[in-house]
């Protein structure tokens, strides 16, 4: 089979005999868009069918007239100025005019005019092309001002709004939210957010988006100058459809994420503060069963150093002097069962439930306790808290001991007489996947040979002159250890006493 040949291009003959005349003619005026023809005064000399459509003005009323006939004499005169310096010089200029049909309708016309030139490059005539876009220009108004309007109360609503496309970029927020930017010290707040209350939500806003989906998530938010702030956090899915012109025809859209972030920190605040009467009343009742389960420990280790002793001497007596031995060996065995019935009577320490905790909040807690005799000491405090916190899983009334320990030993260390540096320091911060609260008072500081003897049991350097104070830290040191932590004592950066506390945010207490 032979190769089909090659067209060849029409010629302008050709394109005569397959498009007469008639055909433009009847294109033209059977076309959609308002033509019109006038000479170079703007003097119709033709209109289409479509121009009598859009105008009111009949082939009849019109030819002869100008152009202006239809102006409604509000375009202002900058615009003509500069259309006619356009055609002037030859150029075609395209604008929208406010034009007025025949009875008096004023309707948006997008127009179009081309000068026609002849062979010596003379304008004669104008080709003008122009369509009603009143309704066009109305609907775009309307979306412009809902957008405006929606804008206005989004950014003026005090909940924080953001939105992430699929990839985990901030694509729309509000004024809440930028706020929060300076509130968390963070570059993207939605980030951190996520990260603390849906750890995996990155990957999964790319992999299966409803696992990002939560409601009513709480986050507290520290300030070293500030109150802290409490935000409620929750989280939806919502289509966002590509705006690219290569996704016209596909309905389809990508998963975005919407965060809506209210601050609750007045309602928080107020069960904040009727917890706290509660709180020292709980602390209060605990310290005072911890002391007495100290002074009876105390008390039955000191018994039992002289029963060692009997214990000793009866076994050296039990060859010279068996009948001594035998009275001394009784007296022994009744000594200790009074000594087990002291042992029973040692109250025990209260079984707490593991809940999650934000230490950040246990030491504004401790803090606010503490208060009173930080001022009647004349301390002044630095409290320097992260932002935010992981939780901890915990038990809040032992931790707020520890803590409240610690910083009463601080307060005993600076309120000596003549000492007149008495500042504490309090941070809390994230070390790779560890909690630091670090504690540094301005007081004597503790000698080296002390620092590890303040964790014996019943260990006290009270009385010390020029050292610090501080009361034994055995019951500290065992909170710490049952949050699976570290508890250390160094040298602060003004010579005090440091005490640094770590926990692991993946630790169990025990």
Not at 56 to 78: A, C, F, K, V, W
Not at 151 to 180: C, H, M, T
Not at 311 to 332: C, G, N, T, Y
Not at 444 to 453: A, F, L, S, V
């Amino acid at each position: 089979m032979s190769a089909q040949p090659i067209a060849q291009p029409l010629t302008q003959n050709d394109l005569k005999s397959i498009l007469p005349p008639e055909v433009y003619r009847q294109a033209v005026n059977q076309a959609d868009l308002a033509i019109s023809i006038t000479d170079p005064s703007a003097r119709i000399l033709y209109a289409n069918d479509s121009f009598s459509r859009i105008t009111g003005y009949g082939q009849e009323d019109i030819i002869g007239l100008n152009e202006s006939i239809l102006s409604n004499h509000t375009t202002p005169r900058e615009i003509y100025a500069e259309m006619w310096s356009a055609l002037q010089a030859h150029r075609p200029w395209s604008g929208k005019l406010l034009n007025k049909r025949k009875c008096g309708d004023v309707y948006l016309a997008e127009l179009s005019i081309t000068p026609v030139l002849d062979n010596n490059g003379e304008i004669v005539n104008f080709l003008g092309m122009h369509r009603d876009v009143t309704e066009m220009h109305r609907l775009e108004r309307t979306v412009h001002n809902h957008k405006q309007l929606i804008e206005s109360v989004i950014d003026a609503s005090p909940v924080a709004f953001a939105l992430l496309d699929p990839s985990g970029r901030v694509v729309l927020d509000n004024q809440a939210y930028k706020k929060l930017v300076t509130d968390m010290r963070a570059k993207e707040p939605a980030h951190r957010l996520l990260d603390a209350l849906a750890p995996e939500w990155y990957e999964a806003l790319a992999s299966d988006a409803r696992r990002c989906e939560f409601s009513n998530r709480e986050m507290r938010l520290d300030s070293p100058r500030g109150r802290a702030r409490w935000l409620s956090v929750s989280s939806s899915i919502v289509e966002i459809h590509n705006e690219g012109a290569d996704s016209y025809f596909s309905a389809d859209g990508q998963p975005g994420l919407l965060l809506v972030i209210s601050d609750i920190t007045n309602l928080r605040e107020e069960q904040e503060r009727a917890k706290g009467a509660a709180l020292k009343a709980s602390l209060a009742d605990e310290e005072r069963t911890a002391a007495i389960r100290e002074g009876l420990s105390a008390a039955v280790f000191r018994l039992e150093e002289p029963l060692n002793v009997m214990a000793s001497a009866i076994a050296v007596l039990q060859r010279r002097d068996p009948a001594s031995a035998e009275m001394l060996k009784h007296a022994l065995e009744t000594s200790r069962e009074h000594i087990e019935t002291l042992r029973q009577v040692i109250p025990q320490s209260p079984q707490e439930m593991v809940i999650s905790v934000n230490l950040n909040e246990i030491l504004r807690d401790v803090l606010e306790i503490c208060t009173p005799r930080l001022l009647k000491a004349g301390i002044t405090v630095d409290w320097q808290p992260s932002p935010v916190l992981p939780p901890l899983a915990g038990r809040p009334l032992q931790l707020r001991m520890l803590f409240k320990a610690l910083v009463e030993n601080a307060i005993e260390a600076m309120n000596v007489k003549g000492w007149l540096r008495r500042e504490l320091q309090i941070t809390s911060q994230v070390i790779d996947d560890c909690i630091r609260i670090s504690l540094l008072d301005s007081g004597p500081g503790i000698p080296i040979e002390w620092r590890h003897k303040a964790f014996e049991p019943f260990f006290t350097a009270k009385g010390g002159v020029g050292k610090h104070i501080g009361t034994g830290l055995s019951r500290a040191q065992q909170v710490v250890a049952d949050h699976g932590g570290i508890i250390d004592l160094d040298e602060s950066p003004s010579g005090g006493c440091a005490a640094i506390v770590e926990f692991r945010v993946d630790g169990d207490p025990i």
